[in-house]
């Protein structure tokens, strides 16, 4: 089995955070690591673990609990885009690295507030999901 490792600045960019915060937490314990050839990395599965715990961290959405629902990938982010024609409105939100794009009705976004700069949550719940790793063979 092989152990895969992530440098400091790897692992910072799949959890969204800065390379000191990522240090900082090292520094704490939250997370081991080790030197390798004079670079620090973390095992995969320790920032596998950190990532559901910063996840269950995170701050709900304004006006509180995101209640119970069937949807489990959430993406806690900012709207940085809103296109609206007369029916429908495309919605941008940027949750950490992540960009999530939907297509929502108008009436819905207008009646949610929808502008840039909103705090919001974008669920998904779909029948497929592409897995992608990148560099593997197949």
Known sequence: MTVHTYR??????LLGVSDDTMRRWIEAGRIDAVKTDGRT????????????EVARSAVAPAGGSTG???ARNSFAGL?????R????????????????VSLISREAADELGLEPGVRAVASVKATD?????PGARA
């Open 41 to 52: 990395v973390v095992a995969g599965a320790d920032l596998a673990r950190l990532a559901q």
């Open 85 to 100: 024609d007369t029916v429908m409105a495309q919605v941008e939100i940027q949750a950490g690295p992540h960009r999530v």
């Open 68 to 70: 119970s629902r069937s």
């Open 129 to 133: 999901v592409v897995i992608e790793v």
């Open 8 to 13: 400091v600045r790897e692992a910072s960019e």
């Open 79 to 83: 709207v940085t885009r809103v296109v």
